[in-house]
């Protein structure tokens, strides 16, 4: 056997009120001038407040970037890290979404050599400075992932940029929960989207599989309270530790169909990455059951499926999607249709899917039939 990747985050520490540890967590490394690079969205929460009173709290005087924008923009990249340089910073607190964390990512990579991103493509590396992710949504595993997921801005296409880990993930739940309800369901749908795509991609291992039917219990349990109930801080819980799984289990086996669909379609359309994943899921589990039945079949039955023994591989897939679908509307996934978003917009895009070199890493092959099928099964979750 070849050997298998299996990824271990950099060190995490988790749970409601973690956060209190993130100065002593810094300072017993020497440092004394964090960077919280984030956004407005998470300023507006009063997270960033929040973060810069603990670390005043441990003797840490901080400076805050609170310029991140949507998706991380390669043009975004340079002007953070000239702010990171300007406020003569020894380390970064990464605080935010994926958005801003994939941010900060890149900044810490192009401290002492800068210049536009798209240089670092295809060269992993370590952060050129200490860098500590505290998530501040359950959607991502950005925190825990060794990539940064960037946007061209001229293009809108995304690229993902290495790094070898972070310092220190520090999860507390409790930062999630000014999280609004249509954010949450989606960002809990990117959680599954990675889940399933790990489990059923062609890189799976068995650490990927632990992780990543472990997250799926959690989401089955947790999402639907996070969405009604923002404070609920048990549910809250539950989704950050399945984000987080999720993410590690991807960086073993990766993403695939779903993400590859997500990335051809960030440019034309503009919806949040979670929303797309989610949507892509229940095309993926039917079309997947013809090469992995028994995945599918395990993963709907986490969901409360009552799948046949004898079903056929057919059969498996469409009671999987038809669960996936019902779960979606369970936690008020808007659908592309309710968006304004027509079948025939969505099979206009086959030839940028097409393009995705993620989706070979799907068990079946995508060929351009397979592809349009996949984009026009978006449409049939209705909401
Ligand atoms: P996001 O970071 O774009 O945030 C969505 C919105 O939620 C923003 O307006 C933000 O201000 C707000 N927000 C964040 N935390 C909040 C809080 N606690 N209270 C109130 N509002 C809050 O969304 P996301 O889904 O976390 O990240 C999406 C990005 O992550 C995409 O660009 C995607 O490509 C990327 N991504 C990266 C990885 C990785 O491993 N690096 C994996 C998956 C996705």
């Not at 400076?63 to 002007?79: E, G, H, K, R, T």
């Not at 960037?150 to 880990?165: D, P, Y």
């Not at 895009?349 to 070979?360: F, H, N, P, V």
Request: proline share 5%; with cysteine.
């Amino acid at each position: 056997m070849a050997a298998q990747k299996m990824s271990q985050a950099a060190m995490m520490m988790f749970g409601a009120g973690s956060l209190s540890i993130l100065g002593e967590q810094i300072k017993m490394r020497g440092l004394s001038r964090p960077v919280i690079i984030t956004d407005k969205g998470v300023t507006a929460a009063g997270v960033s407040a929040k973060v810069q009173n603990v670390l005043k709290e441990a003797g840490l005087e901080s400076v805050l970037y609170d310029d991140c924008l949507s998706d991380a923009p390669s043009d975004s990249i340079p002007v953070a890290a000239d702010a990171f340089r300007a406020a003569k910073g020894d380390c970064i607190v990464a605080l935010g979404g994926g958005s801003s964390i994939d941010t900060a990512k890149a900044v810490s990579r192009t401290i002492l050599n800068p210049g536009p991103i798209t240089d670092i493509i295809g060269k992993p590396g370590a952060p050129d400075v200490p860098i500590f992710t505290v998530p501040t949504t359950s959607g991502t595993g950005s925190e825990v992932t060794t990539v940064a997921v960037i946007s061209n801005s001229e293009t809108s296409k995304k690229f993902g940029v290495s790094i070898t880990g972070a310092t220190l993930a520090v999860v507390d739940p409790e930062l999630t929960m000014g999280v609004p309800p249509v954010i949450t369901a989606q960002t809990g749908m990117d959680v599954t989207a990675h889940a399933v795509e790990a489990i059923c991609g062609r890189n799976r291992n068995r650490m990927s599989d632990l992780r990543g039917f472990e997250s799926l219990r959690l989401i089955v349990a947790h999402l639907p309270a996070a969405v009604k109930d923002g404070t609920d801080i048990v549910a809250r819980t539950g989704m950050s530790l399945a984000s987080s799984l999720a993410g590690l289990a991807f960086s073993d086996s990766t993403t695939s169909l779903g993400h590859a669909i997500s990335q051809a379609l960030a440019a034309a359309f503009h919806l949040h990455h979670g929303l797309i994943c989610g949507l892509a899921t229940p095309p993926q589990l039917e079309l997947f059951a013809e090469a992995v039945p028994e995945r599918v079949r395990r993963i709907a039955e986490v969901f409360g499926a009552d799948v046949p023994l004898d079903a056929t591989n057919e059969e498996i897939g469409k009671i999987a999607a038809k669960k996936m679908r019902e779960f979606m509307a369970a936690v008020g996934l808007p659908s592309l249709g309710q968006l304004g978003y027509t079948r025939e917009q969505l099979i206009a895009q086959t030839d940028m899917l097409m393009a995705e070199r993620m989706k070979d890493i799907s068990p079946i092959e995508i060929n351009e039939e397979v592809a349009a099928r996949a984009l026009s099964m978006m449409c049939d979750y209705e909401g």
